[in-house]
């Protein structure tokens, strides 16, 4: 089974929980591209009949136009062995048609699989690819999932020997020809031309489309994938817990700034944390959130924005990761990263381990740094100096320090660090 995690669903999910009340704007603030606005093939007024390379013209499967009669391409709709598939529909609904999926490991939100499913066929079983994908804001079972596309494929399935499939149009697998299906459905969003077969994609955006392909040896159509990564008509999104993560509760704070920069001990506006840190950690401290600029759910091993202000004058808005199975509230979730100093940082005192701190010499960080030993990058600006230290992981510090000649801040000064750790 190969995961993926369908960023575009979080548009989709986002609508979805708006119209309930439940969140606003929490997911599409994680900048999934916008669906490309293609024109749809205006179908046939009389599809071209599908031939057979060298004989007369080839009837489609018995019933195949007539059941999809008034369907067009983009409704997602097809008859595989004779009975009609609309995507999405759930994991039951498609269970119902006498299919069975080879595994059922939980999904988290946004994340799909592409899941073997067997159709029994007389003492054998017919082989497919379902996508499954969990549109709900809490992990779940892949039984309680929604089943948004299919593959058929002659790598499993020869045409011909099962899994008959009919597309709206009469388009017919291992009877069309490459001429039938330009002649339902016009010209191709994309076409591919390989040695051993020519595949032509329909589509409104990538993760709403049809891809046909067109055996070079048989010149008919021998594989159909279908995926429509929509949130289905009337689905039910479920409710976030307010139950605190043993993790969150777990969390234990250090005793000491230590000198290993690795430890991602940090003094921050003088309370010492190790990162990443609970939001609730940051709220005993005295840090309030402000509800009206904060994601009020954050979906289960997702992410989302939390703002946190102190004192007035000190702001932290930064991105907030929620490690749990289920979805919950920004309190319950982990700040992976902090800023002291610059512009988002201003009004806040942080310290590190090594004696590296705000507002100290520009020399003598840069003389602890190197003390250090650990292998870093310099940026030189015209007034500033950009210093960065990551692992492998993409965890550590970026360093600013400004010049002599710094008209906004301190010259000769180290005025802004942020430092990062995800596990």
């Known amino acids: 089974m190969r995961k993926r995690i369908y960023a575009a669903a979080g548009m989709l999910l986002a609508a979805a929980l708006m119209a309930q009340g439940a969140m606003a704007e929490q997911v599409t603030s994680f900048g999934a591209p ?9 179908p046939a007024e009389e599809p071209a009949e599908a031939v057979e390379p060298g004989t007369e013209a080839a009837a489609p499967a018995e019933g195949g136009a007539d059941a999809l009669a008034g369907s ?52 054998s079983a017919d082989k497919a690819t379902a996508y499954v994908i969990n549109f709900d804001i809490n992990t779940l079972p892949m039984e309680e999932c929604v089943v948004a596309g299919l593959e058929i494929e002659a790598f499993y399935v020869e045409p011909g020997k099962g899994l008959d499939t009919v597309l709206p149009g009469g388009i017919t697998r291992g009877v ?33 489309r049809v891809e046909l392909k067109v055996g070079t040896e048989s010149g008919v159509l021998e594989d159909v994938e279908i995926r429509n990564f929509v949130v289905p008509e009337g689905f039910v999104t479920g409710e976030a817990s307010d139950e605190v993560p043993e993790e969150v509760a777990a969390y234990a704070r250090p005793e000491a700034l230590g000198d290993d920069l690795t430890s991602f ?18 709220v005993e401290d005295g840090w309030t959130i402000d509800e009206a600029e904060t994601d009020p759910v954050i979906s289960a091993k997702d992410y989302g924005w939390v703002t946190l202000r102190k004192d007035n004058n ?18 319950n979730c982990w700040i992976t990263s902090l800023t002291g ?59 600013y320090t400004s010049s002599a000649e710094n008209e906004y801040y301190a010259p000769s000064t180290l005025y802004e660090i942020d430092m990062q750790c995800r596990p």
């Open 265 to 282: 001990t940090v003094d921050f506006d003088g309370a010492l944390y190790v990162l990443p840190v609970p939001v609730s950690v940051l």
């Open 72 to 123: 067009e391409l983009y409704d997602f709709t097809c008859l595989v062995d004779g009975e009609t598939y609309a995507f999405p529909m759930t994991v039951d609904e498609f269970k119902a048609k006498g299919w069975t999926l080879e595994e059922t490991e939980d999904l988290a939100p946004r994340e799909y699989a592409m899941v073997t499913a067997e159709k029994k066929n007389g003492f």
């Open 314 to 331: 000190k702001t932290i808005s930064t991105i907030v990761n929620n490690f749990a199975d289920y979805a919950t509230n920004p309190s």
């Open 341 to 399: 100093g610059g512009y988002s940082g201003e009004g806040i005192t942080m310290a590190l381990p090594c004696g590296i701190e705000l507002g100290m010499d520009s020399g003598e960080f840069v003389e602890v740094l190197d003390g250090l030993g650990y292998e870093y990058e310099v940026e030189e600006g015209d007034d500033y100096s950009y210093y960065t230290l990551y692992d492998e992981n993409y965890n550590g510090y970026d360093f």
């Open 34 to 42: 916008q669906p490309a606005q293609v024109e749809e093939p205006a």
């Open 176 to 208: 069309s020809t490459l001429d039938d299906i330009y002649a339902a459905y016009g010209d191709a969003t994309d076409v591919y031309e390989g040695d051993y077969y020519t595949s032509v994609t329909y589509e409104m955006d990538y993760d709403k």
